[in-house]
């Protein structure tokens, strides 16, 4: 692989661990090139890409690695890029961070995307929707296969078919918000009085729930049990919080560019 080449994330554009790699991407003010695959086939290409380490995306090139998850993304990120820094200096905070990190990768995302993949399978068109304003190439070269290919993948991957399953989702997402409000108490940011990976991937992580105008601009409405959920948090100092935190940090998209390659399309967002 030549390792002169401009970094490449290859990414799921509405993905909020696909935001969480952008956002360190253009924090850092990396060039980078993204790349979205087919619906359907996201899984093959991200198992041949991570050769075997990972299914799923995002997955960074690098200096001639190929690096699956979000937090080692970042990891690599700080190596590669030091400034300016997401990981607290201070050896005690920087653990601090890592862990809260950790949490809301397990605890907050994956019950984030359940509630909204449970409540899309209702409107299929609305799906379909969101799907050709984020890669309108993809859905076009999907066609009518679009939408019965991303029920079927992630209600059998993503349980979003159960509805004790969004219950449980429900109940998460309120337990990730009660516990971001303990750790921020009466300061802005988590770690440390400033910026840092726990602040971007907490936030990264509830742009689905929130819809900052700063964040990924392809849901402008969602179905109606998703949004009176909604409504039951906007009070919520955490919920203000996640619009506060995109406001300040989530610079405009400017180092990201588009291509096409091996016949997959590259989304620029």
Do not use: C
């Amino acid at each position: 692989m030549d390792t002169r080449k401009q970094p490449i994330l290859w990414h799921i554009a509405v993905s909020h661990f696909s935001e969480k790699a952008r956002w360190a991407l253009e924090y850092k003010s990396v060039e980078h090139e993204r790349r979205a695959p087919p619906p359907g086939l996201h899984m093959p290409i991200a198992f041949a890409l991570s050769r075997g380490r990972a299914i799923t995306f995002p997955v960074l090139e690098l200096d001639g690695r190929r690096i699956a998850d979000s937090t080692a993304i970042i990891a690599a990120l700080e190596q590669r890029y030091p400034e300016p820094a997401l990981y607290p200096e201070d050896a005690e905070e920087r653990g601090r961070a890592l862990e809260l990190e950790d949490w809301f990768d397990e605890q907050l995302a994956p019950y984030v995307r359940r509630l909204a993949f449970h409540e899309l399978r209702a409107e299929p068109e609305l799906s379909r929707e969101i799907m050709t304003r984020a890669a309108p190439e993809v859905a076009a070269r999907a066609g009518r296969t679009l939408v019965p290919t991303m029920r079927f993948f992630v209600g059998r991957r993503y349980r979003s078919r159960d509805a004790a399953g969004a219950e449980e989702a429900r109940e998460k997402i309120l337990a990730a918000l009660d516990r971001l409000e303990r750790e921020l108490g009466d300061e802005e940011y988590l770690v440390g009085g400033r910026f840092t990976v726990a602040d971007l991937t907490a936030a990264a992580l509830l742009y689905p729930l929130v819809l900052p105008p700063e964040g990924p601009p392809f849901i402008e409405r969602m179905p109606s049990p998703y949004e009176r959920f909604r409504d039951g948090i906007r009070e919520r100092a955490s919920y203000a919080w996640v619009q506060r935190i995109f406001a300040r940090h989530r610079q405009p998209e400017r180092y990201a560019s588009s291509s096409t390659a091996s016949g997959i399309p590259v989304v620029n967002q």
